[in-house]
């Protein structure tokens, strides 16, 4: 029989229950487990793909064509598996089913209440993540704090779930903060009580809590935090600040975290009988190395990291596959792009995006780098900007995008047919992981080493097929296309360091143990012409 982790938290939010939730897991999958997971977004948005980066953070692909929450991502990095858009709950799916059912009458003349119509769409959707991926784990994190009025159905539909899979098959994690108060100094354990004792009055008791906290905390307070919230003292975590994500799943394990879950929900397995061996070798090998390359990403959210969190650890991810640190400059393409700031790079990267704010400043960043021959990676909208100004610079002197410049005299990039007819913004776009067919002799096949790949897509709009056949002739190589040769899926130039621009997002397909092929070729090309 399947189990659940239901992750909950407390006191604040962002205090990293997702890295906890992928920590947990990735320790379970060193008892060769098979584990699932599962996050709860209580907002009413159906997915995260109209929600601003600067409010949710990045969205995250899924291979399937759904636009989810981050945490998705750690999920996948963590635990080096695809899953699917059902993974991702939100309060919009749920009430959307619950009602469509309502208008087809399948509750027989009922009124429809939260309970049990909405709790048991929720169950519902839960049980089908375990049936479908025949794991022996699913993690299942609920967004926000507890106390929030949006998580409540949620709360009161695991409170449900433990009661009708048995104490054994369904435990409660419950992940708080512990702050430290520099002018009493000392560590204060009461929002921790008061986040535990919110939880116990939804009828949910925590079976284990993770203190985050700034530096580590003493014995002696994880007694006192046991002591007050009623949990076992084996049962409460530290998990301090770390350099790196990465070594959380260490730092629980050296807690015994994975012991204690092995006998709490009677796996029937030896508690010593795992290894985290070759997870501790991508930890050190993820530590500073000794030489250092800087790259500069180029987007309009640089303010807020998580933003482009998948392409921070995929840079992250190739560095350590080379053996290098790599250091990264967020550079604001509204406001700082300039020679003085360009100069200090070995490379530069422009991400995905939409809209025009910030346009100018990354076909300026192309431009420096065609001039000066500075690697450059562009994916999504930095592809567009590659092939804007690479069409500028040779001939066509006012070309650009119809998303920026429906009038334009050369619309070398262009709203895909299939989207023209579409009013609609969530979920409409080309979404999900499409084949792409590579050119022999390019940079994308010393890369790939294959002439067949599925990278994960998003967008809207594609380079203009009526201008193909033009930029060829000036120099654009079309090294990856589609099957049927429609969509221009990479672009590259010759006599250059390296200029490769993506229509799709390799960043959501890197890993710890296996960094993106086109993330390392791109490092190491930086490290080539430094």
Same mark, same amino acid.
């Given at each position: ?51 601003? *980066? ?124 512990? *702050? ?230 050369? *619309? ?104 993106? *092929? ?13």
């Amino acid at each position: 029989m399947v189990k659940y982790i239901v992750v909950t938290g407390g006191v604040v939010s962002s205090i990293g229950k997702g890295i906890t939730a992928a920590s947990i897991g990735r320790i379970l999958r060193s008892y060769n487990l098979k584990v699932s997971a599962i996050k709860i977004d209580p907002y009413l948005n159906w997915d995260s793909g109209t929600l601003n *980066p600067y409010q949710h953070g990045e969205v995250f692909v899924t291979h399937d064509g759904m636009e989810t929450d981050l945490d998705l991502g750690h999920y996948e990095r963590f635990l080096d598996v695809n899953l699917s858009g059902y993974s991702n709950i939100t309060t919009g799916k749920v009430y959307m089913s619950v009602i469509n059912k309502e208008r087809k009458g399948s509750y027989l003349g009922s009124c429809v209440q939260i309970i049990p119509h909405i709790t048991d769409e929720i169950k519902s959707r839960i049980r089908k993540i375990s049936t479908d991926n025949k794991a022996d784990i699913v993690l299942v994190e609920i967004g926000g704090t507890v106390g929030d009025i949006e998580s409540q159905p949620f709360l009161e539909a695991v409170r449900q779930l433990r009661n009708e899979e048995g104490h054994n098959n369904v435990m409660f994690v419950h992940v708080t903060y512990v *702050p430290y108060l520099n002018a009493a100094g000392e560590f204060k354990t009461k929002p921790t009580q008061h986040s535990t004792k919110e939880l116990r009055s939804t009828g949910i008791i925590p079976d284990m809590i993770i203190c985050r906290s700034e530096k580590p905390l003493s014995t002696s307070l994880k007694n006192k935090i046991a002591h007050f919230c009623d949990v076992d003292s084996k049962a409460v975590i530290n998990c301090p600040d770390a350099s790196s994500i990465y070594e959380v799943p260490l730092t629980m394990d050296k807690e015994n975290v994975g012991k204690y879950i092995i006998n709490r929900m009677e796996l029937g397995i030896d508690e010593c009988a795992h290894d985290l061996t070759e997870w501790k070798t991508v930890v050190d090998r993820l530590k500073k190395q000794d030489s250092t390359v800087t790259v500069g990403v180029v987007g309009k959210y640089v303010e807020l990291e998580d933003a482009y969190i998948s392409i921070r650890e995929s840079l992250k991810h190739a560095a350590a596959h080379i053996g290098v640190n790599v250091n990264i400059e967020w550079i604001n393409a509204e406001t700082e792009i300039n020679t003085i700031r360009l100069k200090n790079l070995d490379s530069i990267l422009i991400p995905g995006g939409f809209g025009e704010r910030g346009i100018n400043g990354k076909l300026d960043a192309v431009h420096y780098a065609l001039v000066n021959k500075v690697p450059i990676f562009g994916i999504c909208l930095g592809l567009h900007s590659m092939v804007i100004e690479f069409a500028r610079m040779n001939g066509l002197k006012d070309a650009h995008s119809t998303e920026f410049d429906e009038t334009t005299k050369y *619309p070398v990039i262009d709203m895909m047919e299939e989207q023209k007819k579409i009013n609609d913004m969530g979920g409409t776009m080309r979404l999900g992981s499409y084949a792409c067919k590579i050119k022999k002799g390019t940079i994308a096949s010393e890369a790939y080493q294959s002439e067949m790949v599925e990278e994960r897509h998003r967008h809207r709009f594609e380079v203009n097929n009526e201008y193909r056949e033009l930029l060829e002739e000036k120099g654009l190589i079309i090294s990856g296309t589609s099957p049927d040769n429609f969509l221009v899926e990479t672009v590259e130039i010759k006599d250059h360091p390296w200029f490769f621009g993506c229509q799709f997002h390799p960043e959501f397909k890197s890993r710890p143990e296996r960094a993106h *092929p086109i993330f390392v070729s791109f490092i190491q090309a930086t490290v080539d012409s430094k």
